[in-house]
Every structure is written in structure tokens, then in C-alpha cells.
């Protein structure tokens, strides 16, 4: 196919998309087009993970830490100082976080140049660590962050959490920003910059041989890593409305969870981790059912609830089974591919 | 002034000395062989001068700068490349990718990376450079005759080809000093004889300059210039091959003291 085909169908894709978008929200209801949102907002969380983890080489458990920092970020800027006032029982909130609101666009921006700042901080000593103790390291500083969120009263309103926060996301920034995120990711990754971080990822001792610094290739992708988080986190708060430090919503399981979509569709590539994503929330909204009471052939069965986590391993397990370098590969979506599978129907 | 020096170089794992007091010049342009029994010591003398391993003692210059002990990436960009003796491609990568990334420092060094990141991502005044780059590579490719295997995985080739692969990558780095650690093991003797050519070849062509450590006694005696013996982490010969092959230290290295003598 040529260069130019290849544009032409993009350009015509991507404005499809945008009318799929808007007829979902004329016409399905707010759960399904709340589902919608979410499946973008994942799609955020798992192309970021899946350029450290996956394309990077690195492995950092560390992911719901940013997507946290960017959550409380935002929500303490597009709250309006009389709800912080009436928020913030325990203590008060500090100056000038107390009397600012901006809009949401830069409240986001922002959100991730708070959570790009940490994983520089976090990444600059930790990132000498080879492996397993990286993982270790990344994988204490989201519970720390989570630690703070509870104890930090004067800044983050502690065990109370942020309520009441703007439903400010909707399909449209959460989608608006995983175009963005794809974009950026996508280019970096088929860049040399990209060739060097995969080579890393195969031997980086081969990588740093061929002159590549090892150390800072890999700060700069989990620093972008980390920036990207920071906005899935300020998009994902708005659309929760609440951030609750004692659940488990910004804690190590959302970790697990995105790594999961990213180990589904294919640790690597980013068509993978968008498919994963979308696969995800559809599936653990849908095996909601579960959880609730459920008449089979005439038993009454009570809702148990954990159910649903449960048979979403099982899931798991199986597609695993059946494709054990998840539903991509490392391959990406294109054109030329999407073509062939066509013929390959076609010809049977 | 040597290409390439080691001065009195030593290096200890723990109790276990692999290389103990190695002097070694390695002149602009020749062909240099680095030879002796396993676990003499060979790969050692290489890791210390690409920075893999810190020596314990002594120092490595190039080009009469220190680069004792500098970080492997650095020792590369300032114009050594090294190949592996247990295959190190980037597996995932296509045969172009593996030699595109060794000039992918040239782009990113000296605190260009930050701007090249941003270049990247937002792909500006991107296109010529990549253009550039592999074309560049296409032509190390098919020096070592590799170019139709160019979009090939580099774990799909065979043995000999990641070989010659390993090479060509290397030489993308743009170094003038190329350190092969054993380039024709596991290679058929047709193979072998075209080794022998075009590492000739790429030192004529290239001006590039060879050390090399290989067990296959007939292309060391045949391709190298000049060769040094370890044993045990020592130097026990050095000159030139007529000289090395008639050595009685080296015959009795490879083949024990009893042969030697028996032989007498
Ligand atoms: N990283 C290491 N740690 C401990 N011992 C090592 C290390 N690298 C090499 N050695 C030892 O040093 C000696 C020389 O090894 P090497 O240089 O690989 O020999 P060769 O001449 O076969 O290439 C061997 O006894 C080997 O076991
Ligand atoms: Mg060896």
C-alpha cells in the first residue's frame, strides 16, 4: 500500500471514530457512554505503562503512584475554594492551593508535569537499579504516595479523601488525550529514540556497547511515562468524582489491573495496550452480574461479591493460555495488516 | 603513539586472578590476534577495554587518552566497538534496526538527547536524519553481504550471519578500533575463508583497525598481523605468527608440557 493511501485512511478513520464517539452519546445511555469514557481513560494508563514496561524495558510497578499524584493534582485545582473550604474538615487547606481554581484543560496539564517532576525524582536514583529491584523501588513509592495521601491533611484532606469533584470527563478529553497519548507514544516509539529503548529491552548491555546511555534513555521514557499517568490520574479523578486514599481505587491493584490490559493485548505494543484496555473495562463492568443475584435454572444464587475478579482471572488465564504474548503481540495495528487478515478470509 | 595500550592491566574476581600484568600496543590499521587456551583470560582483556569490568590495576588508553574505566557507552563514542563471543543481537529488532541503533549515539550524545527526545516525539526535522541513518546501514549491510536479509528479525538469520551482523553493527557505530571476540566460532570453513576476506577487506576499506580472539589457529596464523598469547591470564608469546607458532611456551600451552618434551 502507498505512503499516501495510508494518510488518506487515517484521515478518514480518525473522523469516524470521532462520529462513533458522538452517536454513542446520543444514543446510549450515561452507564454505557460513562463506560466509553473509561475505556479511553485505560487506554491512557495502559499506552503509558506499556512504554516503560513493555517497549522501555523497564519494569515499574509503580504506575498507580503517578496516575494518584496526577489525580489529587487536578481535583485541587478545578475545586472551587468554597468546596475546599467545605471539603477540608480536619485541617485547612494550605496557600494558595486554598484559593485557586483554573480550568480543567490546564488543571490536567498540569497534573502530569506534577507526576512527570516525580518520576524524574524517582526514576534519577532508582534507575541505577537494574530489574527486580526497580520494580521493588517504584512499587514503594506508589504505596508512599498513597501513605501521604492519607496523612498530608493539610494538603490532601487525609482519610477523607476529595468528594464532590467537577464531572468534567467526558468522552470527549478522555479520548481528545489518548489521541494525544497514542500520537506522542506511537512517534517516540518508531523513532531512533525508540529503535534505542527496544534495543535496550533486548540486552541493554549490547544497547550501552552501541554507545547508547542505558540510564538516560530509559529516565526519559518513564519521566514521559510518568507525564501521561499524571493526566489518565487527573481524568480518571473526574470521572470517578471522588478520590478515596483508603480504598483501593489509586493503589497497587489499579497497578496489577493496568498491567493486566497491557499483558492482554500484547506487552509492547501499543495497539495491544489500547485493545487491553478497552477489553478491561468492558469486562470487569459487564461480569458486574455476577456480584449481584443471579437465577440459575431455578436456584436463587446470591450475589457473592469478589466474584467477578475471579472469573476475570480465569479470563485471563485462558487467553493467556491460547496467546501467550497476549491478543497483539508486539505488533501494532496497520493498514497493510488489516488488509491481509481481509484476504485471508476472503481466500478461504 | 599506539592505537590502542594496556599498561600492566589486572583483574581479579575475588580470589581469582583472570588477567594478571597484561602490557599490550595495538598499532593504527593492522590486524591484531589475541589467542590462548579457554579461560586464559581473552574476553576479560576485551570487557576491560570496552568498560564492562574496571581493572584492578593498571591502565587502557586510546589514542594516548585514559579510558580506563569509563562507562562502555562512552568507550564506544570515543571509537571502540566490540562484537560478543556469545551472540548478543537485539533479537526483536529486523538485521537494518540492529545496525540503525549503533548510530543512533550520534544523534544523542553530548546533551543532545533531551532535544532529539522532543524531536522524536513531535517528529521535526526528523525524516532526513532517519533517512540518513539507513542508508547508511544498508551499505555497512551489504559489505557484509547481509543486505537481503535487511528486514529480516535478526533471530531469524543463521549462526554465521548474527556473526557477520555483529560485526556490522559494530562498525555503524562509526569506531575506528573493532574488538571481535571469537568472529568465526560455530562458522563452516566456507564461511570461515570468507570471514578471512572481509575483515581484510573492511580494515583496507574502512580504515579500520582489528583485535581479534579466535581459537581457529589457521585463520589467526593466516589473517593476523601480530599476536599476543595468554595462558592463565598471563602473556606467555608476542610477534609476529611465525615467531608465536614456533614458541615452545605456546605449544606447551595448548598442548601441555608432557607433549612438548615427549615431542623433543
Ligand atoms: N564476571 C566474572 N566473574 C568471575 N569470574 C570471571 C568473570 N568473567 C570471567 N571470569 C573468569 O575469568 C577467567 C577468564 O575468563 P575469560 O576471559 O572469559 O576467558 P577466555 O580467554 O576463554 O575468553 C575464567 O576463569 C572465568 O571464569
Ligand atoms: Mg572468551
Not at chain 1, 541493554?204 to 507525564?227: D, E, T
Not at chain 2, 551499505?139 to 553481504?145: A, K, M, P, Q, T
Not at chain 2, 568472529?183 to 575483515?199: C, K, R
Not at chain 2, 595468554?230 to 608476542?238: N, Y
Request: proline share 2%; net charge positive.
Amino acid at each position: 500500500m502507498k505512503k499516501q493511501t495510508k494518510i488518506i485512511l487515517t484521515l478518514i478513520a480518525l473522523p469516524l471514530i470521532a462520529l462513533l464517539l458522538f452517536l454513542s452519546q446520543e444514543l446510549l445511555n450515561s452507564y454505557y457512554s460513562r463506560i466509553i469514557t473509561l475505556i479511553g481513560i485505560y487506554g491512557i494508563m495502559a499506552v503509558s505503562l506499556t512504554l516503560v514496561n513493555g517497549i522501555s524495558g523497564v519494569f515499574s510497578l509503580g504506575h498507580a503512584g503517578f496516575i494518584a499524584l496526577g489525580a489529587y493534582t487536578s481535583a485541587l485545582l478545578t475545586l472551587s475554594p468554597e468546596q475546599k473550604e467545605m471539603t477540608f474538615l480536619i485541617e485547612k487547606l494550605v496557600w494558595p492551593l486554598n484559593s485557586i481554581q483554573i480550568p480543567f484543560f490546564w488543571a490536567t496539564i498540569i497534573a502530569g508535569l506534577v507526576a512527570a517532576v516525580f518520576a524524574f525524582l524517582i526514576g534519577w536514583p532508582s534507575l541505577r537499579l537494574t530489574g527486580d529491584y526497580f520494580a521493588i523501588a517504584t512499587l514503594g513509592f506508589s504505596e508512599i504516595i498513597r501513605i501521604f495521601a492519607l496523612n498530608l491533611n493539610s494538603i490532601t484532606n487525609g482519610a477523607l479523601g476529595l468528594k464532590a469533584l467537577p464531572d468534567h470527563t467526558n468522552v470527549w478529553w478522555a479520548w481528545g488525550w489518548l489521541l494525544v497519548t497514542v500520537a506522542c507514544v506511537l512517534s517516540l516509539a518508531y523513532s531512533s529514540f525508540g529503535r534505542a529503548l527496544r534495543a535496550i529491552r533486548e540486552d541493554r548491555v549490547a544497547a550501552q556497547a552501541m554507545g547508547i546511555n542505558v540510564f538516560k534513555h530509559q529516565l526519559m521514557a518513564f519521566v514521559l511515562g510518568g507525564f501521561f499517568a499524571g493526566i489518565s490520574g487527573s481524568l480518571y479523578g473526574h470521572w470517578l468524582s471522588t478520590i478515596d486514599p483508603r480504598t483501593n481505587t489509586f493503589g497497587i491493584l489499579l497497578t496489577f489491573n493496568i498491567l493486566i490490559m497491557i499483558v492482554l493485548g500484547g506487552l509492547g505494543s501499543i495497539t495491544g495496550a489500547i485493545i487491553g484496555g478497552a477489553l478491561f473495562a468492558f469486562l470487569s463492568e459487564w461480569l458486574r452480574f455476577l456480584e449481584g443475584p443471579i437465577n440459575l435454572l431455578g436456584f436463587k444464587i446470591m450475589g457473592i461479591s469478589g466474584m467477578r475478579m475471579l472469573v476475570f482471572s480465569g479470563l485471563f488465564v485462558i487467553i493467556m493460555i491460547f496467546w501467550p504474548r497476549g491478543l497483539m503481540g508486539r505488533s501494532e495495528f496497520s493498514w497493510d495488516g488489516l488488509v491481509s487478515v481481509f484476504k485471508r478470509r476472503y481466500k478461504r | 603513539m599506539s592505537l590502542l595500550t594496556l599498561e600492566n592491566v589486572t583483574m581479579k574476581f575475588g580470589g581469582l586472578t583472570a588477567v594478571e600484568d597484561v602490557t599490550l600496543r595495538v598499532e593504527e590499521s593492522e590486524i591484531f590476534g589475541l589467542i590462548g587456551p579457554n579461560g586464559a583470560g581473552k574476553t576479560t582483556v576485551f570487557n576491560m577495554v570496552t568498560g564492562h569490568y574496571k581493572p584492578t590495576a593498571g591502565r587502557i588508553l586510546f589514542r594516548d587518552n585514559e579510558i580506563t574505566a569509563l562507562q562502555p557507552d562512552k568507550i564506544t563514542r570515543t571509537g571502540i566497538a566490540r562484537t560478543f563471543q556469545n551472540i548478543r543481537l537485539f533479537k526483536d529488532l529486523t538485521v537494518l534496526e540492529n545496525v540503525m541503533v549503533s548510530q543512533h549515539h550520534t544523534i544523542a550524545s553530548n546533551g543532545k538527547a533531551v532535544t532529539w527526545f522532543f524531536k522524536s516525539v513531535s517528529r521535526l526535522g526528523y525524516s532526513e536524519k532517519e533517512r540518513e541513518m539507513r542508508n547508511k546501514a544498508l551499505e555497512l549491510l551489504s559489505v557484509l553481504g547481509l543486505e537481503m536479509l535487511a528486514n529480516e528479525k535478526s533471530s531469524a538469520l543463521s549462526y554465521g550471519s548474527q556473526r557477520l551482523l555483529e560485526i556490522a553493527r559494530a562498525m555503524a557505530t562509526g569506531a575506528t578500533l573493532l574488538l571481535l571476540d571469537e568472529p568465526a566460532a560455530g562458522m563452516n570453513a566456507s564461511e570461515t575463508a570468507g570471514l578471512v576476506d572481509t575483515i581484510r577487506r573492511i580494515r583496507d576499506d574502512f580504515g579500520l583497525t582489528v583485535l581479534l580472539i579466535e581459537h581457529d589457529m589457521k585463520l589467526v596464523m593466516g589473517l593476523c598481523e601480530r599476536i599476543m598469547v595468554l595462558d592463565h591470564g598471563r602473556t606467555i608469546s608476542e610477534g609476529v605468527p611465525a615467531f608465536v607458532q614456533k614458541d615452545v611456551r605456546v605449544i606447551e600451552a595448548y598442548l601441555g608440557r608432557e607433549w612438548v618434551t615427549v615431542g623433543k
